[in-house]
């Protein structure tokens, strides 16, 4: 399972714009990146995913370069309730079945007024 | 969110005793897994199940065993709990759609205590 390696925190003020870096150098062919949310007492929260180059939703971008060896989470305008811990994982594609997921420790991210 | 629902929320119990967790869903998908969350650790897989009665072991599977008999249920067991076993405990469900990797979603935890 391929580790992964991010900033155990990071501070902000509402309205920045927050990048948080993965690194994932042993990233297999069939590895997909996931980013998850999690609040205190809450189960963590899938936020995005992505395979390679750029993926958006609604609550975030996600850059991944061509060797994909790293990952980028960009959060657009954070608020106070951004604040949480923010998991990068890598876990198997199709081939492997289902996700055996490896976990961090995360990235605490607190946003301040 | 998705329906998963993990019973006790929380339990204190004492050194020795069996314990079981149980993870219900209605979402009818194919994969089920129990993590353990410690500070300092994050969240790591116990095991995790790819279908009725197929279980597999993670990477802290000693002194657990697990159970699905219905697609629905996923027990987590603890045959005689320790301290060290003393932690909050998460479900999570996952389901390949069209041979692609779908992200897991998870329950709001058990916390368990053993004295």
């Known amino acids: 399972l391929a580790k992964t390696t991010q900033p155990i925190s990071m501070d902000s003020y509402e309205g920045q714009e927050v990048n948080i870096t993965c690194s994932h150098n042993?990233?297999?062919?069939?590895?997909?990146i996931t980013w998850y949310q999690q609040f205190p007492s809450q189960g963590p929260r899938f936020i995005i995913q992505g395979y390679k180059t750029k993926v958006t939703n609604e609550v975030a971008s996600l850059f991944i370069p061509a060797d994909r060896k790293s990952s980028t989470l960009s959060l657009p305008r954070v608020s106070l309730s951004d604040t949480a811990v923010y998991y990068c994982l890598v876990g198997r594609g199709p081939t492997g079945g289902g996700n055996k997921l490896t976990f961090g420790t995360g990235t605490q991210l607190k946003v301040e007024l | 969110d998705a329906g998963i629902t993990q019973s006790p929320r929380h339990k204190v119990t004492e050194t020795g005793t069996p314990v079981t967790l149980r993870c219900h869903q209605t979402?009818?998908?194919?994969?089920m897994y129990w993590y353990r969350q410690d500070p300092g650790h994050g969240l790591r897989l116990i095991h995790y199940s790819y279908g009725v009665k197929d279980t597999d072991k993670g990477e802290v599977s000693d002194g657990y065993s697990v159970s699905r008999s219905k697609t629905e249920d996923f027990l987590l067991t603890l045959e005689s709990a320790t301290s060290s076993q003393t932690s909050v405990y998460f479900c999570a469900i996952g389901e390949m759609k069209d041979a692609n990797n779908q992200p897991q979603h998870f329950g709001d935890g058990t916390r368990l205590s053993i004295l």
């Open positions: 042993n990233i297999a062919t069939n590895d997909y």
């Open positions: 979402e009818n998908h194919r994969y």
